[in-house]
């Protein structure tokens, strides 16, 4: 009885034993593969951040196609890099791939802005002064005319602000603007060229989504004058060469809109790069998010007479930059309008008249030719009402377009895409 | 006659169970690798910080810690950094390499 009974103890043991050795096999074979998981992940991300660097210190076109680069010679640590302009900025897209294992990064870069270019007003010098009225305020060191800046008496108002005009240093500015970055505008001048005819598809009316890895896609939108209930994001250029209605019904994420003309219905949010040649019109409560562009680009003379405009709604804000350029300048430069108790978080960069009303805020700078106030019956130039421009109050973290005169030459991550 | 046929069973199985055990435990990772790898990632992260970046050497806790500078590609503002970890008997544990910018990353 005890000898048969030893046989089956043993074979139960043996059992046991065998159940708790292909655990611990079981135990060794996943923790190895969650470490070389783990440690491949880590081999690639140093691979990125190298091919981060690398973008990030490239000022030149040489990555405008993808370029495979194998670090230190070694065909496992191989990462394909590219950086191709869009709109204002740059992005940059990186693959790094090791046997089957790969990973993506897709960014916009933007620069640093250059402390010594920076400043919260520079108004040309047409040898007359800034006047500030009611409870204006000037934040920041500011370049204007050598006249300089005074308080004025306006629509029942006198100076109401603090003692000192500008809260910062005032250094005198030129009869001209800083010049935006050439080879910016040549990439930016390129968007407005037609796209071909051949091989495209009707545009989705319901929108699309496109990611920045692939090329991009241009949709032109051409009987499609009024886009609504839908929804463009990623690596899309809208394309139209007529006047574009964008209802607040459309979401636009990280899109360039490219039209002759560019309608914002009230009420629009979103982030995005709206580029038009003869206005672009954004309604009341309209919340464009960091980083967005609204430009008025003329590369040619203006066919007719009429200035290039720019105009935002009351209670909008705009975060990012805000700029009018014109090739030629024709009689009447281009005008941007700020309505009433509108909000700029960034750059606004006027070639002609920047109109201000009464409580405007603008976190960051202004470069103009000339303020404008209208006044019920009267239209004052270099006055300044009840306007707050505050340098200081812009986030630390806040990137300028290459394109402004303000950045400087260190380029950072600006944004992480898909 | 049963009796030693399980104590034969009972040797096979301590023996096998014995092999797998010891080959698992040789085989399984070296905590001291990992440790190594992450000390050099956190060594990577600091020098990236740093002004001055030349090649050294330097003891972290038991390891020793080699670092390589090179310029990558001429112009470019950056540099190639190749950090290794050693442990005793010169005995290589870890290794890591980035290019990174020869600039202080203060932004």
Known sequence: MLKASSLYMVIIIALVISLICSALISAAYFYRAQYQLHFQYDRLMNNCNSGIQILLNNGDSSYREPQALSLSGNPTDSIILQKYPWGIFDIG???????????????????????????????IDEDRPLSLSGKTSICGDARLPKAGVKTAYLDNQSYTGNEHLVKGHIFDSDRQLPPLAGPRLELIRRLFRQPEETGRRPAPSGGTTRSFRLSTRVIRLDDLTTLQNASFSGNLILYSDTTLTIDSTVSLQDVIVVAKSIQVKSGFHGHCQLYATDSLSVGSDCHFTYPSCLALFRSTAGVTDLPGRISLGEHSHVEGLIFTYEKQTGKLPPIIRLAKNTMVSGQIYSQGSLSLKEGVNIQGGVMTSRFLYASSITLYENYLVNTRIDLTTLSRYYLSSPLSPSAGATQHILQWLK | MEAVIAMVIMVLVFGIAMMIYT????????????????ILQEFLYQTAKKSSKDNQHIQVDEFEIEQKVSPFGPGTGLIQIELTAFGENHQQLAQLQQIISDANEAH
């Open chain 1, 93 to 123: 897209v990186i693959k790094t791939f090791s046997h089957r294992d790969t990973l993506w990064r897709v960014f916009s870069i933007a620069n640093q802005i250059d402390s010594s270019k920076w400043s919260s007003v520079y108004l």
């Open chain 2, 23 to 38: 080959n698992v435990t040789r085989l399984s990772l070296s905590v001291r690798k990992i440790r190594a790898q992450a």
